[in-house]
């Protein structure tokens, strides 16, 4: 599965996003998807996490209430909306997709290549 991350941008404080992230095959509706993201100098940390059929949901503490994961099996495409965003949230985002729905980087066995958020204060 390729994946294609895209929608990341600079944004002031208090400020939104959506990002997206494309999945080149129909196989995207069998797998769970999340998002990761990765600010310098530190590791790919959790963000979100859904089921393949969007039931479950998962989310870091810091982003409940203000984040949003989401997928359209139809078209083939995940999105994460960002509202409230923070100079905290500021890090390049990554989609993943997995066998599980999981917290964990290590189940997930696609990437996409990465979009940069960058929330200003």
């Known amino acids: 599965v390729q994946l294609q991350a895209s929608g990341g941008g600079l944004v002031q404080a208090g400020g939104s996003l959506r990002l997206s992230c494309a999945a080149s095959?129909?196989?995207?509706?069998?797998?769970?998807m999340g998002w990761f993201r990765q600010a310098p100098g530190k590791e790919r940390a959790f963000v979100a996490a859904?089921?393949?059929?969007?039931?479950?949901?998962y989310y870091v503490e810091s982003v409940k209430g203000r984040f949003t994961i989401s997928r359209d099996n139809a078209r083939n495409t995940l999105y994460l909306q960002m509202n409230s965003l923070e100079p905290e949230d500021t890090a390049v985002y990554y989609c993943?997709?997995?066998?599980?729905?999981?917290?964990?980087?290590?189940?997930?066995?696609?990437w996409g290549q990465g979009t940069q958020v960058t929330v200003s204060s």
């Open positions: 993943g997709a997995a066998g599980i729905t999981s917290t964990n980087l290590y189940d997930y066995a696609y």
């Open positions: 095959t129909r196989a995207f509706r069998n797998y769970a």
């Open positions: 859904i089921a393949w059929n969007g039931d479950v949901t």
